[in-house]
């Protein structure tokens, strides 16, 4: 029990000198900011992995594919020949689109902001 009340003295004779050292006044904010850092770093790394992950997967699954099932693939545009019927239809959607890309552009984006 000597050595026990030994140490206690010692360490009330320290919290009672106290200390000259003090912190500066945005210490504080400055560890937040390198802790805020730090995760955006890491959400953004695991993000790039994720990315890079997602697209060898594609890939690796188009290989798959075209390996094992013997696919045979022949691009051609016959897929155009929709718009030869329907030219009016086609040239009402890109107004379309492109009227609701400048509205979300110039007025939904401003209210959001500010």
Known sequence: MKEHD????VVSEALK???TF???QDFADRVVVKIQQ???????TRDRWL???GIASMIGALVFVFVFFK???KPTVGVFTFFKGYWGLVVF???FATA????????LKKQVSG
């Open 6 to 9: 030994k140490f206690e003295d």
């Open 17 to 19: 000198k106290g200390s």
């Open 22 to 24: 003090e912190l500066p």
């Open 38 to 44: 730090a995760a955006l770093q890491r959400e953004a």
């Open 51 to 53: 990315l890079v992950a």
């Open 71 to 73: 696919v045979e693939f």
């Open 93 to 95: 959607g890109t107004i």
């Open 100 to 107: 609701l890309h400048l509205v979300d552009k110039h007025l």
